[in-house]
Every structure is written in structure tokens, then in C-alpha cells.
């Protein structure tokens, strides 16, 4: 038996033993390395609708109430509030399970845990482990350096967490341990990071209605809903946007077959909502087919002002000026285009194509107030309300090729891409990624053409063709 199902087994054994119940009669863990899915759970007879597959005792989750590290080090949870200082606030629910997961993972053979982080990942395909190269390919999406967060979370780590466990090593290093230095718990709390990212649950109390304070210990988000917290065996399900299987947060967390063709052979898949390709891959880092039609493209102001001032020969300073005048508040930087994609119905299934009915509603409405200022501003560059319809289309459709022509490459490049041998896997996932928007992108400038025909301003039809790509 290979060290990959040797430790499958020593999981689910003590799984039982601290109180799980798994329905091994009906499931097994499988190895899915070779379809790049890690380990899943598989159906190996016919299972019924409704049927529970297993169950997760609450004291089985890591979280703050259950790790002893909060009872050795109660004041780093209880922290007074200070707003003016932001490294001083009390650590958010991501943080303290940082804490603990570090906590836990360097008590090795001493921690209850044990079994369950020997089945956890030892490496990533989430972006922020990306190589420069490999995020070059992203150039364009939605995934910006911004959003990948790698210098944000070294901050947060550098400033958060690693003091704690630098000033506590006989809590978080074991007797005879080697300690290590501030450069390999930084790579360490990345690795944990991003496990917790592709791994923790948000939980719902068991108590029907909880108060802020989560008077009984349990770290609650933001949102003061939910917890943050690793739950051994629910976190063994992959997972797609057509899913089969729900997990229920009561006293214990069960997970149930939402369907009753579950046949052997079938894998039990969790949902983790409707996410686009570029967030999938930046939270889970994998992309599947089925998530495509929950892709999203950004649309910056700025580039939607810089195709007026092209357009019309204006100056972005003008431009702006315009903008100052008109709004009061803060704009969104970007708008984003989507399409009207329905819900999963309560079998997990998808049911309707997914379709863009409008491009992009509040851009739309942005544009058309500021066409409407400049026109009021300048009435001999749009002398009518018909020209400013006409130049509101032109703007759109040209704003929308400049964005496809961020992309360095063609939707045509990408296909062929896709088809040929040896890509990598990060290769592969980020021109998915790519393509995704730039078909969106696509079906939004045949929307344009089909519900409004444009007719090309002067110096129009010459600017489209310098943007576009071959
Ligand atoms: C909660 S874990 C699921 C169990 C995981 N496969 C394992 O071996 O530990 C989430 C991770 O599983 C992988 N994953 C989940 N769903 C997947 C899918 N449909 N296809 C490929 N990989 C998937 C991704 O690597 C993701 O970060």
C-alpha cells in the first residue's frame, strides 16, 4: 500500500475514533490524483435522497473553542479594541485560525489532529504560490497582483501572527523541537493560509440565534453569522457548481445526498457557490467547466474615459473635470459584466443555460450621466440627444475591444492553446481563466451590435481598428 492510501486509512480510522460517523457501506475516500482533484469521496453502491452520509461531532472541527492554544494564550483571543490601531484590534476569525493551525501543526505527533494534517496539502496551485511567468497568463483577467493579496496577507502575517508565535515558543514549539526562524514561519502561515482558504468552513452556530459577542467562544466572522473552522472529513468532498451533496450545521454537521440517482461510481460534490473561474481558482485553485457560466469581467472607468477621449479628441483632464462636477460620492472604480446565470435548483442541479441579457446596467447608466454632463457642458460636440445615443453605443462597444485587447491573446491563440500537449497545469488553468472573460466579452459586443447597430463617429471605425487584435 502506497503512503497516499496508508494515510487515507489512518484518516478515516480516526475519524471514528474521536466520534465521526462515515457510511462506509455506501462511500469510499478515493485517490482522484490522476484526474488533478487530490482525494474525493465516491459513491460504491446506489445511495438514496436525503440520505446521511456522514457526520462530524463539533468537537472533531479545529477552531478557537476547541484548540487548547486559546486557554494557553487567552489574552492574544481577547484583545481590547482600540480603533485607532489597526495591528492592535482583536485578531478576525482568518487570523486566530491562523494562530491555531500554526498552533496544532507544530505539536506534530502531539496534536489530537495529527491524522487529519497528514492528509492535508503540502503544496498549492493557488495563485499567490504562481511563479511571475505563470501569472503573466493571467494579464488582463480579473486576477491582478492586487487581488492575488500576496504582499497584503505578508503583511498581515508578518505583522499579526508570527510576533505571537515569536514571543511564545514554548507554547507553539514542543520540548526539543527545533524552532524555526521568522522566514520559515512566514512560508509556513502562507501554507496554512491557504489552506484554511480552500478548506475552512464558515459554520453556522448551533444555537438558532447567537448575539455578537459569541458569548459561548466560537470566533465569528464579520458578518457576525458564522465561524471560522477546519472540519475534518466535510473538507475531503471536491466540489463543482452541479453538486450533489449538502453540508447541514446543526448540533453535529451532517452531509446529506441531495439526490436519488446517485449511483456507484458517482462523486459526492459540495457547492461553493456561484462562483467565477478567476475567484475559483484564486480561493480553491482549480477551474471546472460547469463555474464558466458565473465568469465576470471588469470594466475600469478609466479605460471607459480614455475611449471618450480617443473618440472625441479630449483630454483626460477635461474629462475628469466633467467627472469632479457631476458626482458627489465616491464611484466604483469598475462595473462588472455578467450573465443572468439562475440558481442551482434544490437538487444541486443546473438547469438553464446561463445567458447575458444586458451588458452591463450601471456602466450603461454611469456613461449615459456623463455623456448627458459633457453634452451640457460642450452642446456643439453633441449637438442632440440622438448623437449622444449613438456616441453612448460607440463608447461601449469600443470600451469593450480595448478590454479585449488587454488580453495578450486572442480567444483563436487560447483554443488552440487548449488543444495542444504539454501544457501545465497552471498554464492550462489560467488560459481557461482568460478565455472565459474574453467569451463573455464577446457575447457582450454582439449584444451591443444586435439590440442598438451603432453608427461609427468620425475617427471611430480608425480607433477600432488600431485596438483590435489579429
Ligand atoms: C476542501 S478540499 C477537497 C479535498 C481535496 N481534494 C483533498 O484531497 O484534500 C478543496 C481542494 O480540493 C480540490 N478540488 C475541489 N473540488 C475540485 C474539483 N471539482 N476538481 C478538481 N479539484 C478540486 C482543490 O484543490 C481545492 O483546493
Known sequence: M???????????????????????????????????????????????????????????????????????????????????????????????????MLYEHLQGEASRWKPYFDVLPTTFDTPIFWSESDLKELEGTCLTTEKIGKHESDHMLRSRILPVVLQNPSVFFPKGAPLLSEDELLSLAHHIGSTIMA??????????????????????????????????????????????????????????????????????????????????????????????????????????????????????????????????????????IERDSGEPDEEGRLTKPAKLREVCPDLEDRLKQFLKALKTSNPKLIPDKRKRDELQNTVLREALMAKLAQYPTSTKEDKALLKSDGLSKRHRMAIEVRLGEKQLLEEAVSLVQETNMPQPIEGAERAAKKTKRG
Open 199 to 336: 478548506y475552512a468552513f464558515d459554520l453556522e452556530n448551533e444555537l438558532e440565534e447567537s448575539d455578537d459577542e459569541g458569548e459561548d467562544g466560537w470566533v465569528e466572522d464579520r458578518d457576525g453569522k458564522t465561524m471560522l473552522g477546519m472540519v475534518p472529513m466535510a473538507d475531503m468532498l471536491n466540489a463543482n457548481a452541479d453538486f450533489n451533496a449538502h453540508v447541514n450545521h446543526g448540533e453535529n454537521l451532517e452531509v446529506t445526498a441531495l439526490r436519488a440517482d446517485l449511483k456507484p461510481g458517482a462523486e459526492i460534490l459540495n457547492y461553493y457557490g456561484p462562483l467565477p473561474s478567476s475567484e475559483l481558482l484564486r480561493r480553491y485553485g482549480y477551474v471546472t467547466p460547469e463555474h464558466q457560466r458565473y465568469d465576470i469581467v471588469e470594466i475600469h472607468w478609466d479605460l471607459v474615459q480614455s475611449t471618450i477621449s480617443r473618440l472625441l479628441s479630449l483630454s483626460v483632464d477635461t474629462l475628469d473635470a466633467i467627472e469632479e462636477q457631476q458626482s458627489e460620492d465616491e464611484e466604483e472604480c469598475y462595473h462588472l
Open 2 to 100: 502506497d503512503e497516499f492510501q496508508a494515510a487515507t486509512d489512518r484518516f478515516l480510522t480516526w475519524f471514528k475514533s474521536v466520534g465521526g460517523e462515515f457510511r462506509d457501506d455506501l462511500l469510499e475516500i478515493r485517490d482522484l490524483r490522476s484526474q488533478n482533484a487530490g482525494r474525493g469521496i465516491v459513491a460504491i453502491k446506489d445511495i438514496p435522497q436525503d440520505c446521511t452520509l456522514f457526520k462530524i461531532p463539533r468537537s472533531v472541527i479545529i477552531n478557537v473553542q476547541t484548540s487548547e492554544l486559546a486557554k494557553k494564550l487567552p489574552d492574544v483571543f481577547n484583545e481590547e479594541i482600540n480603533d485607532e490601531d489597526e495591528d492592535s484590534q482583536p485578531l478576525d476569525s482568518w487570523g486566530s485560525l491562523i494562530l491555531v
